[in-house]
């Protein structure tokens, strides 16, 4: 199989599908990371001592604050992405039916308003669901998000061709490998170059 055979998709994109995207941002991101931790930690640190009180001390110790702060948390934690994912749905609903272009010179999109194209260095790492997959950019934040859903594609067999395309071109693109094969490159044109017959008789 050529892992550079072009693949296409054509989508209206849904609300389950961006907040799906959303949420492996977060789980991918290496901040969204740590606040997905930090958050459910803190939720079942929590939970934890509220157990640990009604078992001590009876059901009047755990007071109604901290249940209240527990149940905040949580529901925080689930309606930031859902929001987030009803204003990006209407950005998208806005521009219509995406048809996308994936390739080895990296993804096309055309929609009734908008034609966009945007380079493999651009993103640097990736995620896949059963429904989605999703690009990343390389910062901590993981700012810059693309959703592509498996739906939009023609053929079943186009789901590995376009997991193949973006294992390959990211792994190409990865900023901290290209920065290695440039220092590489860098040394080994510094370096005097050695000639191994001076070398034997030098020793």
């Known amino acids: ?10 989508y209206v994109v849904t609300w389950r599908e961006i907040s799906e995207g959303l949420k492996m941002q977060m789980r991918h991101s ?3 990371r740590w606040c997905y ?3 459910w930690g803190l939720c079942a640190l929590l939970a934890l001592l509220s157990v ?3 078992l001590t001390r009876g059901v009047g110790a755990a007071g109604l604050e901290v249940w209240r702060f527990l ?7 689930i309606a930031i992405r859902w929001l987030t994912a009803l204003a990006l749905l ?9 048809r996308v272009t994936v390739d080895a010179d990296g993804i096309s999109t055309v929609s009734e308003r908008h034609t966009h ?11 896949e669901s059963r429904r989605v997959f999703v690009l990343l950019t390389p910062d901590v934040w993981g700012t810059g998000v693309m959703v592509l859903p498996k739906r939009g594609l023609s053929d079943p067999q186009d789901s590995e061709r376009l997991r193949s395309l973006i294992t390959k071109h990211l792994a190409a693109g990865s900023p901290r490998r290209s920065a290695r094969d440039s220092r590489s490159r860098d040394e080994s044109h510094d370096a005097p170059a050695s000639h191994p ?4 008789q030098e020793s």
């Open 71 to 77: 149940l905040t948390a949580c529901l925080i934690v």
């Open 37 to 39: 931790r930090v958050l």
């Open 117 to 127: 194209h945007t380079n493999w260095g651009f993103y640097g790492r990736s995620a």
């Open 197 to 200: 017959y001076t070398e034997r």
């Open 1 to 10: 199989m050529n892992a550079d055979t072009p693949v296409k998709l054509t």
């Open 52 to 54: 640990a009180n009604l």
């Open 90 to 98: 209407a950005y998208a609903r806005h521009l219509g039916e995406h």
């Open 30 to 32: 290496p901040v969204g």
